[in-house]
């Protein structure tokens, strides 16, 4: 039995939870280092004056260079520690306990000398009065605030069980995900989605063509970075930030993983097996995830609008009831090898096959009246089953030299083919005594096939005497959309199968976007705990397409676009305190772009119901922002404070529009209702002005608390009009820990955020509650694990529009209480999560 899981001893589990503290902060900055060489270090620690072993503490190795992060051996009962499969080079190690004083050594490991050994290492009982200045900025289990990113770690957060990344983001300040499966961050959509730092085809709600986030399996994820203004280093598209989904991987000697099985209420079920088997120079990783869950919806929709009709200027209302059920089910199959090459190199392989499928029906009761006239009543209906063939394949290449530490050559390359198939059939039936349907059936024939391929290189050489870094690279990525829309109706509603193509509301079309990019970025200090970075990147956009169909769409035109621009970047920080990280301020500034998405370009009408449609605008332009943030992080004793104040001001903002389709509704009869179009606009400029404020603070050795909160002011001004309109919005959210015993963790978090503004209107407040907990069984070999989501079921997305011509209310209502109950089996090596952690191990990270 684990020792730690079955001591009485209070000061020992606190060191334990503590123990971990530092790295699961460090981790995330240095993921992206490959702990890979004939190195090896170990020791122990021994208390001062009573040579008693020190368990449970954390040895971190630090490159002496620039104190990146390396690795992390945690003490064992008997003080003892080791790590090994070091790269050569001169280290720091630090030890660090809330009850000792500090402890700092510095060794060099060479190929005549390759293993150091630092046998009782004494270390000194901390002053109660000096506890207030030890840096402890680790137990953050779920969610860590550093500025400009944010990691959430995923495993640690018992909200993630059974759910998707999209669950995974709702745990960070100034997020929300609204019924589509769209992540706003301080009310920008405009977000970079990356997996493993490369391209993956994912978009935010759909936007992409690619897989959702709410589609993406949260048992695939090990880390969540969010970064709210990246650097030049970055690609400069997402205006609002970048999302880097950091996958499962685990490079322990043997064979280790999990094997998960997760079951939710009303047919809700996910698998996951993931394995990994380090075999001398390689290490080959294998995981299959599986998920087929149905859930339940209701909405309501009421609408008014003025219409000109032989009559004259008439007010027509319209409103719609629904009752839906979708089926999600995918399967997805990822195996890759890391390779660990001759004179500090390594390659990484990887491929992963997968596919989708979404069934969604909803049935409506819908009625119309114009002016004074007698109510129109009919019974509406709509089917969509969507078939998804995913096939993801990547490579890296990671080149060191011991010579000269820090410096670094990487190389990327990958790409992720879509192949869709999306039947949408709609239906509408008037009810007895309303007149007839004109139009009562139409069936949308929707295939794609988006492929998208990248390359890159980056270079990174140290500056003399360790005085920063020169980070220098090149890019190309490539996409490449085809399609077809193919619309048919029927006539009749005696014959609702007969379907007729109409071929002026078909087309079939050709999208090509090709991406090359450059920077360069130089950071070093400046003295006096300053330190600053600036870079530079340049891109350019070459956009091209091809539309071929009816006559009222060929008008549209094809699309035509390239352009040329650059984007700095610049960071000025001041450590304030004695450690690293301490305290801290910096601000940051960056220019970043929008490039519409293809299904936001593309005149594709995809009727989301009998009355509403969505299309593309070929004429849409990209957006440029300028991004400026002013951040604060402060640690005293075991609570870290973290204070940002940034600003966003948005030109050629892309915002989303609704109106009335005056001809459609006309041509659909006057029993058929409105029909309104919602499209994409450059709608001028917005302004956000906010700040955000996180605590992450132990109310008791028990009881953790993390609490985050933003506010923020958004702004929208049209072109060539006076017209401004603004608003306050705010997000709060609040997350309760529990270590009710060693064993078993509880987890209370609530959100709330306030109305946020949209281009004619608003979405209004809305909010939850979730309950967790995990027992870990057999000496931490398993995990049994209970969720709730939305306990109270209080989730629910409305919207309001209010222009002169239309004035339009939606409400959605998901299944959004759900109960899960998980079990994981952990193989070899692999642990549960406990309260305080070391992250797990992803690829792709980011880092500093």
Do not use: C
């Amino acid at each position: 039995m684990n020792t730690f899981l079955t001591s009485p001893t209070p000061s020992r589990f606190g060191r334990a939870l503590r123990g971990w503290a530092l790295a699961s902060l460090l981790l995330p900055l240095g993921a992206w280092a490959q702990t890979t060489g004939p190195g090896r270090v170990s020791g122990s620690l021994l208390e001062e004056g009573t040579g008693q072993p020190v368990p449970f503490s954390d040895v971190l190795l630090l490159r002496a260079a620039d104190s990146t992060f390396v690795a992390v051996a945690q003490t064992t009962e008997q003080g003892t520690f080791s790590a090994a499969a070091l790269p050569l080079g001169t280290y720091l190690l630090r030890v660090q306990d809330l009850n000792y004083r500090p402890l700092r050594r510095r060794f060099t490991l060479t190929a005549a000398a390759p293993a150091v050994q630092f046998p009782g290492l004494q270390l000194a009982a901390a002053a109660a009065t000096r506890l207030g200045e030890v840096v402890v900025t680790g137990e953050k289990a779920t969610v860590v605030e550093e500025l400009g990113k944010r990691v959430i770690n995923v495993e640690k957060d018992l909200g993630s069980v059974g759910g998707t990344a999209a669950n995974v983001l709702q745990n960070v300040p100034s997020v929300s995900v609204d019924a589509n499966g769209t992540v706003t961050m301080r009310g920008s959509s405009d977000l970079t989605i990356l997996i493993d730092g490369k391209p993956a085809g994912v978009g935010n709600g759909g936007a992409g063509g690619g897989p959702r986030l709410d589609q993406i399996p949260a048992s695939r994820i090990a880390q969540v970075e969010v970064i709210t203004n990246p650097s030049a280093k970055y690609d400069a598209s997402g205006g609002g930030g970048v999302i880097n989904l950091i996958t499962k991987k685990d490079t322990k000697a043997g064979t280790n993983g999990t094997a998960a099985l997760n079951a939710g209420t009303r047919d809700k079920y996910s698998g996951n097996l993931s394995l990994s088997r380090k075999v001398g120079k390689a290490t080959w990783q294998a995981s299959y995830d599986a998920r087929d869950v149905t859930y339940w919806s209701r909405s309501r929709g009421e609408q008014t609008a003025q219409l000109l009709s032989e009559r004259g200027a008439e007010t027509v209302r319209t409103t719609q009831v629904g009752v839906g059920r979708e089926v999600h089910r995918n399967q997805s199959l990822r195996v890759g090898v890391d390779l660990e090459l001759p004179k500090e190199q390594t390659l990484s392989l990887g491929v992963e096959p997968g596919y989708e499928q979404n069934l969604e029906g909803e049935t409506q009761q819908l009625t119309q009246q114009t002016g004074s006239d007698p109510v129109q009543r009919t019974r509406g209906s709509q089917a969509l089953d969507v078939d998804v063939k995913l096939f993801n394949y990547d490579g890296s290449y990671r080149r060191t030299w011991e010579a000269h530490k820090g410096r670094e050559l990487t190389a990327n390359f990958g790409g992720v083919v879509i192949d869709a198939s999306v039947p949408v059939v709609q239906r509408q039936f008037a009810e007895p005594g309303s007149a007839p349907v004109p139009q009562p059936g139409t069936r949308q024939q929707l295939d794609v096939v988006v492929n998208v391929q990248f390359g890159q290189i980056d270079y990174t050489h140290p500056l003399a005497e360790g005085k920063g870094r020169l980070e220098m690279g090149l890019k190309v990525e490539r996409q490449d959309n085809k399609g077809s829309n193919q619309f048919s109706q029927t006539a009749s509603e005696a014959r609702p199968d007969d379907f007729q193509d109409d071929p002026a509301r078909s087309l079939t079309y050709t999208f090509e976007q090709v991406v090359p990019a450059a920077y360069a970025t130089v950071q070093r200090p400046l003295g006096h705990g300053w330190s600053g970075q600036a870079g530079l990147r340049t891109e350019y956009t070459r956009l091209s397409g091809t539309i071929a169909g009816g006559a009222g769409i060929e008008q549209r035109g094809d699309l035509a676009q390239d352009y040329l621009s650059l984007f700095p970047s610049a960071t000025l920080s001041r450590e304030l305190g004695k450690e690293a990280g301490q305290n801290k301020v910096q601000l940051s500034y960056a220019r970043r772009l929008n490039r519409p998405g293809f299904m936001q370009q593309l005149p594709l009408a995809i009727y989301q119901d009998p009355r509403s449609y969505r299309l593309g605008d070929p004429n849409l332009r990209p957006e440029f922002s300028h991004n400026i943030e002013l951040g604060h992080q402060l640690n005293l004793g075991q609570a870290t404070i973290t204070s940002t104040a940034f600003a966003r001001i948005t030109t050629n903002a892309i915002q989303r529009f609704r109106a009335v389709d005056t001809l459609a509704t006309r041509l659909a009869g006057p029993g058929a209702g409105l029909v309104t179009r919602e499209t994409y606009l450059n709608f001028g400029r917005t302004t956000n002005l906010g700040a955000e404020f996180s605590l992450n603070q132990p109310l008791a050795k028990w009881w953790r608390l993390t609490a985050s909160t933003s506010l923020y002011r958004a702004q929208l001004a049209a072109n060539n009009t006076g017209n401004s309109r603004e608003a306050f919005v705010s997000t709060l959210r609040l997350s309760n820990n529990f270590t009710v015993r060693p064993t078993l963790d509880v987890q209370l978090s609530g959100n709330l955020r306030s109305a946020s503004l949209t281009a004619q209107g608003r979405q209004l407040p809305q909010g939850q509650v979730d309950l967790a907990l995990r027992q870990r069984l057999f000496s931490d070999r398993a995990a049994l694990t209970l969720r709730v989501s939305d306990l109270f079921n209080t989730l629910n997305y409305r919207s309001e529009i209010e222009t002169d011509a239309l004035r339009s209310y939606r409400y959605n209502k998901d299944e959004s209480r759900v109960g899960w109950l998980g079990f994981t089996w952990y193989v070899g090596a692999t642990k549960p999560g406990k309260k305080i952690e070391a992250a797990p191990q992803g690829g792709g990270g980011f880092g500093g």
